[in-house]
């Protein structure tokens, strides 16, 4: 799996934050992945994951959304709650070419 190189907001109040994420994003991945096990379609799915999640996974210093800096995810801090999953999850979703620089 590729080294994450997207960053995450912190800002609680920005609609992009980080916290703001909904839990399920490791669970839709997972759906997809056993989908795709199965030679199942997942391409609906995939979009979907796209459209829900990749705004979140930012390529840039500064928010797009609030214009503060932004957490390059490079290394988990212990300090942010969920950053950890986060971080798998998105390079899970880049992995998949679902998240690109635009």
Aim: hydrophobic share 35%.
């Amino acid at each position: 799996m590729p080294t994450p190189d997207f960053g995450l907001c912190l800002n609680q109040d920005c609609v992009l934050c980080y916290c703001k994420i909904p839990k399920s994003l490791s669970d839709q991945i997972g759906t997809v992945d056993a989908k795709k096990k199965r030679n199942e379609d997942t391409s609906k799915l995939d979009v979907a994951l796209k459209e829900a999640f990749a705004r979140f996974f930012q390529f840039t210093f500064i928010c797009s959304e609030c214009g503060r800096s932004m957490y390059r995810a490079t290394l988990p801090g212990p300090e942010f709650d969920g950053l950890n999953d986060l971080l798998q999850s998105g390079t899970r979703l880049r992995a998949k070419g679902l998240l690109s620089h635009p």
